[in-house]
Structures are given as C-alpha cells and as structure tokens.
C-alpha cells in the first residue's frame, strides 16, 4: 500500500476522491492539517496542527452500493478497540459514525462515495482523532469534545496509525466476506445509547423511542409503542431524549 503525507491539504478526503483512479483498497492519506476538514452533510472538521490524527482510507468494496451501508459502523468498532488497545478507556459509540471520550465527541468519521457500479463501490473513508488539542483549539468546535490529553502516557501517532491501518484492512475485509455479523456484537456492546431513550431527527420528522442497538444492515433499531423498528440513511441524527 502507499501512504501520502501532507504537512498541510484542504481535505484528505478531497485528495483521495481526486486521485481514487490511481488508488487501490488500504492506500492510505495523512496530513497534519487540514484547511477545509469535512464532516457529514457540509459540516467542518476542526482541524488544526498538532498532535492530532486526520486520515483517509481508500477501499474498493467489492459488491454494489446498497450493501454498503454499515461501513461507517465497522470503522467505528475497529477505531474505538485500536483505541482501546492503546489504553483509551471510557470510549463510546453513536450511531452511525461518532466516536465519544467520557461523553465528548473524540473523533469523527466521513465515509464518501467516489464512483459506484453493479460490481463494485469505491469508498474514502475519512476520520479524525483529537489527540492534544489546545483549549484555544477548541473553542472553534461547536459541541462539547475531548481529546487524548488526559492519559498519563499520550500513545504515539504513528504507531496509532499503523495500527489503525491494519485494523481497518483487517475488519474492512471481514465485512465484505461476512457482513455485519460478527459486528452487531462488537457495535452493541460500545454503543453509548443502548437501552437508552433516544431522538431520531430525520428533518422535519423526529421520532423518540429505546434504542435497541443496529439490526444486520447496520439499521437502528428504536423501540416505540408500535414495537421495533429499523432506521436507515444517511440523514437520521441521533441525540439523547
Ligand atoms: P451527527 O450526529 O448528525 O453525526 P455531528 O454533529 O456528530 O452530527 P458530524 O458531521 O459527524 O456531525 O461531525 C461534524 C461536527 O463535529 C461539527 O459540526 C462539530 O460540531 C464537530 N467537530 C468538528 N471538529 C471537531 C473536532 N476536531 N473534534 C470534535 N468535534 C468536532
């Protein structure tokens, strides 16, 4: 695999979607700033220099897209066990693509399409970990974060990163032979929301129910006075009742 390295770049996304010709599955960009970071439907990811991650993967999913979408899931699970793996406790998922430290957001993911076919989806798959942010940082994020700071020994970056690296190969792979099997589990079992009352907004609707964890299309399932229900798209927000 090939890694590019940016001291700075406006997205590493954007990169990789520019280039995904030239690319195969598990290529890997990484910057150490980003000037136009992205989240999810035209959001930003703050992205300044310093200790932090900002990454994006290549991957050439096998199948069409509509098999697609519990990717973001699978990347929640395999950032949040290498975490662990480092000694990050107090690590916690929400749907579908947020990864919390004692509650505050710690990391993001972005996962966008670059070309689709009957046989085959290619994916950049984006994230970014605040790993030593200045409280001056992070006056520019508007919702509560957190970071890696607090640890008594800050895990190196590059060791991170090339853990995260295989991880992702590794669980990317086992997604496209199994599904979400094997993750519906692993999910469940960092889902910050479980068994917790929950608001689904689906602008302009919005719908309160239990979360029951994800069915094995990486859906949400919501429990209500009609019983259980799935919830997919890319869309839907969720927030704590
Ligand atoms: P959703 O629940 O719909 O995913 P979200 O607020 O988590 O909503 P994302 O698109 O996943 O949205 O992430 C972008 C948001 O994350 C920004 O609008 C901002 O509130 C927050 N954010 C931006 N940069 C950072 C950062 N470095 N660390 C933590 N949070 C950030």
Not at 41 to 53: D, F, M, V
Not at 135 to 150: R, V
Request: contains cysteine.
């Amino acid at each position: 695999n090939r890694c590019f390295y940016f001291d700075d770049t406006n997205s590493t996304n954007a990169f990789m979607l520019g280039h995904a010709a030239e690319l195969k599955s598990g290529d890997i960009c990484v910057a150490e700033y980003q000037s136009a970071g992205r989240g999810r439907r035209g959001r930003k990811w703050i992205s300044p220099y310093g200790h932090h991650i900002y990454a994006s993967l290549f991957w050439r999913f096998n199948q069409d897209i509509t098999k697609a979408s519990g990717f973001s899931l699978v990347v929640g699970c395999a950032i949040v066990e290498v975490l662990k793996d480092f000694g990050v406790e107090g690590l916690g998922l929400k749907w579908p693509n947020d990864i919390y430290l004692d509650h505050k957001k710690l990391a993001g993911i972005l996962i966008e399409v670059s070309q689709t076919t009957s046989q085959y989806t290619d994916l950049v798959i984006g994230f970014g970990i605040n790993m030593s942010m200045s409280a001056e940082q992070g006056e520019l994020i508007d919702q509560p974060w957190s970071d890696l700071s607090t640890m008594a020994r800050m895990p190196d970056k590059t060791a991170l990163l090339i853990k995260l690296h295989a991880q992702l190969k590794r669980d990317l792979q086992l997604f496209e032979k199994h599904g979400l099997s094997e993750f519906a589990t692993r999910w469940n079992a960092h889902d910050l929301f479980i068994n917790r009352e929950v608001t689904l907004t689906m602008s302009p609707n919005a719908v309160t129910g239990i979360c029951r964890g994800i069915d094995s299309q990486g859906a949400i399932l919501l429990e209500t006075e009609q019983g259980i229900s799935a919830f997919v798209g890319g869309e839907i927000s969720l927030r704590a009742a």
